[in-house]
């Protein structure tokens, strides 16, 4: 099946800064999500990319499908971005199962 | 605009009872997926549904579990004979029935503790 790999594992940050997360995927793609979970555990739908550059305030995304490969920007860090960020990837037809990665646990702190 | 709904949000059982989860889809969503988060790990593809078709079960383990997404009322997942090992969040999710845009919503999850 699909591998999907998120860089870096962890990242610690001071509030206000900048970061670039990282997923790489082994195949094709018609569905890549990026999400958020939250310290409660919940998921938040963050962006839904399988292509191109997509932006929602602080936060950008771009995926080169070609490449193989998506990123998520996150600028002028808060508090409240702390978490676990997750690239998830469908498959390019068949079933539409997401496949997710492991994850960046992202700490921001004050 | 209510989003993907689950119940219960917390559940404990003892080893050896049954688990029912429940997972209301998103208005306009046709499509379920069940997934399965083991403490500090990602999330893991279980099953997937359609009203009243398994479309996809090789997430599923072959013993103990099952899924149903009836014509009417919430999709279920089942657990029989809970083990410690089935202690996990249990997240469903919807998608609309649209090929080309297949986006998935998740819900809050369901924390299953076994004693």
């Known amino acids: 099946g699909i591998q999907v790999e998120q860089s870096p594992p962890d990242l610690i940050l001071q509030e206000g800064a900048n970061s670039t997360l990282r997923c790489n995927f082994s195949?094709?793609?018609?569905?890549l999500q990026w999400f958020h979970q939250n310290p409660w555990g919940q998921l938040i739908n963050l962006f839904y990319i399988p292509s191109g550059t997509k932006q929602n305030g602080r936060l950008s995304a771009t995926t080169v499908a070609t490449e193989r490969y998506s990123l998520l920007y996150i600028s002028s860090s808060q508090t409240t971005d702390s978490g676990v960020y997750f690239c998830a990837v469908g498959p390019n037809f068949g079933n539409e199962k997401l496949t997710f990665g492991t994850g960046t646990r992202l700490t921001i702190i004050p | 605009n209510a989003g993907v709904m689950q119940n219960p949000r917390h559940l404990v059982r003892r080893r050896g009872q049954e688990a029912r989860l429940r997972c209301s889809p998103m208005k306009g969503h046709s499509h379920v997926y069940w997934y399965r988060q083991l403490p500090e790990e990602g999330l893991k593809f279980m099953v997937y549904?359609?009203?009243?078709?398994?479309?996809?079960e090789s997430g599923m383990p072959k013993e103990r579990f099952s899924a149903e997404f009836p014509k009417e009322g919430p999709s279920i997942l089942r657990i029989q004979q809970v083990v410690r090992g089935d202690s996990a969040a249990y997240f469903c999710a919807s998608s609309p029935p649209v090929q080309a845009y297949n986006e998935q919503f998740f819900g809050p999850g369901t924390r299953l503790t076994v004693l």
């Open positions: 549904l359609q009203k009243e078709n398994i479309i996809d």
């Open positions: 195949d094709s793609v018609n569905n």
